[in-house]
């Protein structure tokens, strides 16, 4: 008897550390795509000179993959070119631990 309740316990913890490890790796995953997703927008504005419609289809694609951004845009008054910040935002969570906290990638576009 003793063997049998030992058996389930093990089994039991193992499919706890099986579901806990499976939510840190779904969030791994989360904040790798996001960090993907910054790098894909900023080439893209920057691709297009910063384009006021590139940079409006991007808020729009962000919003739909739940992301936040921001992105700001200046003009060098001696010379004329533009630069910017972009500043994408996710929520990086763990149900299981609940843990969820939002996070930044911001980059810099010459």
């Not at 904040?31 to 590139?54: C, G, H, K, L, M």
């Not at 630069?83 to 810099?108: A, K, L, M, Q, W």
Request: charged share 20%; glycine share 6%; net charge negative.
């Amino acid at each position: 008897m003793d063997t049998i309740f030992k058996t389930f316990a093990g089994i039991f913890f193992l499919m706890v550390l099986m579901v806990a490890g499976l939510s840190l790796f779904v969030a791994s995953v989360d904040a790798a795509n996001a960090d993907s997703y910054a790098t894909s927008v900023t080439n893209r504005i920057r691709a297009s000179y910063f384009d006021r419609e590139v940079i409006a289809a991007c808020k729009k694609e962000a919003k739909g993959k739940s992301y936040g951004l921001d992105v700001d845009v200046f003009t060098d008054e001696k010379t004329g070119e533009c630069y910017g910040i972009t500043d994408v935002s996710y929520v990086y969570r763990v149900p299981v631990f609940g843990i969820s906290h939002t996070f930044h990638v911001t980059s810099e576009m010459y």
